[in-house]
Every structure is written in C-alpha cells, then in structure tokens.
T-cell receptor
Framework: EAGVTQFPSHSVIEKGQTVTLRCDPI?????LYWYRRVMGKEIKFLLH????????ESGMPNNRFLAERTGGTYSTLKVQPAELEDSGVYFC??????????????FGEGSWLTVV | AQKVTQAQTEISVVEKEDVTLDCVYE???????LFWYKQPPSGELVFLIR??????QNEISGRYSWNFQKSTSSFNFTITASQVVDSAVYFC?????????????FGQGTRLTINP
C-alpha cells in the first residue's frame, strides 16, 4: 500500500512567486493534515481536513496560504506570494476515521521549500 | 497550552551503546496521546509508537523501548545496542483527545548519530 506522497520534493522559488504543493494521502484516509517546520523551529500544525472540509485551520500563518482538498482526495497547499520566512519543510499526513483523537498519523517525506 | 520538550538537541554515541532520548510534556488534559516519530535522512517522518495517557505500561519492540511516567510527565525512548541505521532525528509529540479532531504538538527533535 502506498504511503503519503508529496510533490514536489524540493522547490526553490524567488520571493513574490507562487508555489503549489501537492499531497496524496493514504488511500481511504479521510483525514489529511498539513504541518511545516521552518528552520530551527518545531514541526507545527497548519490545518486538518476531514474529507473535503476544513476541520481546523488554526495553524495557518496568514492569508498568503491557501489549502484545498477538492473531492476529498488529494490536497494542495498554495503559497502566494512567497516570502523568505516561508522557507522550510512542509509535511503532509493522513489518518483513518478519528475516534477520540488517538489515531496514528502517517506522514509523507515532506516538500522542502526554499524562498530566495 | 500543550508543550513538548526534548532537551537533548544532539546525541552522538558509538555503535552498540545504549542511548536514551528524553521527552517531557505539559498538558492540562487528563486524556491525551503521546507519539514518537523517526526522521531518517530520506526526510519522511516514520511512526514508531502511540501511547494513551491511561496506559502506563512500558513497551518494548525489539531494540526499542519506551518508559512512560505520568508522575514526571515524561515519555522517554531507549535504543539498546544502537546501530548505525538508527541515526536519525527523533521527534516526540503529544495530542489531546478530542472527538473528531487531532493536532500533534511536537518537540524540537533530537538528532541522534551512531558512529561505527
């Protein structure tokens, strides 16, 4: 069974440009999450989809970030316009139907974003 | 607010030595979950273990063992007879138990280097 896959694995863009990251969760997982780790900091939660709906987007840093999950399958995370402080690793993760918050969350390899 | 502290930023040991990675957490919840993830050089976050707050039994999986102590709010991870392949960054994480939601709070990570 395929794990969580992310594309691109690495991206270098100039400040002010747009980047779109894609995530394909494990098949059958309704829950999809985005996390990121900027340099020297902890991995931090960005948002959580349940199917196509945003369950929790409290971690999104500002309105330059837009996440979508049309059809409840794959998800995209767009950064527009990108700023230098957006550089870091963006992780996507997925899990099966949630009970009382204790499901195992499976992560992808991350998309490494460098803004220059 | 929830918080996870991994005080050891980097650890370096010689192969076959035992090594313990510390994790201390803070939460006001009575029900919560604790996780360990491994991030090898490939970048993917690999799930190692999930433990709920009501289960204080220590767990052993091969050379890996985990010591959960609620009295000290710690969830330490020990690798016995370490091997070079154990070299990675290890993350401890915490999530609260909320129906239909899950948000992981990560520690800063511990970079473990096993030298031959």
């Amino acid at each position: 069974e395929a794990g969580v896959t992310q594309f691109p694995s690495h991206s270098v863009i100039e400040k002010g440009q747009t980047v779109t990251l894609r995530c394909d969760p494990i098949s059958g997982h309704d829950n999809l999450y985005w996390y990121r780790r900027v340099m020297g900091k902890e991995i931090k939660f960005l948002l959580h989809f349940v199917k196509e709906s945003k369950q929790d987007e409290s971690g999104m840093p500002n309105n330059r970030f837009l996440a979508e999950r049309t059809g409840g399958t794959y998800s995209t995370l767009k950064v527009q316009p990108a700023e230098l402080e957006d550089s870091g690793v963006y992780f996507c993760a997925s899990s099966q139907e949630l009970g009382l918050g204790g499901n195992t969350i499976y992560f992808g390899e991350g998309s490494w974003l460098t803004v220059v | 607010a929830q918080k996870v502290t991994q005080a050891q930023t980097e650890i370096s040991v010689v192969e076959k030595e035992d090594v313990t990675l510390d994790c201390v957490y803070e939460t006001r919840d009575t029900t919560y979950y604790l996780f360990w993830y491994k991030q090898p050089p490939s970048g993917e976050l690999v799930f190692l273990i999930r433990r709920n707050s009501f289960d204080e039994q220590n767990e052993i999986s091969g050379r890996y063992s985990w010591n959960f102590q609620k009295s000290t709010s710690s969830f330490n991870f020990t690798i016995t007879a370490s091997q070079v392949v154990d070299s990675a960054v290890y993350f401890c994480a915490l999530s609260e138990a909320v129906q239909g939601a899950q948000k992981l709070v990560f520690g800063q990570g511990t970079r473990l280097t096993i030298n031959p």
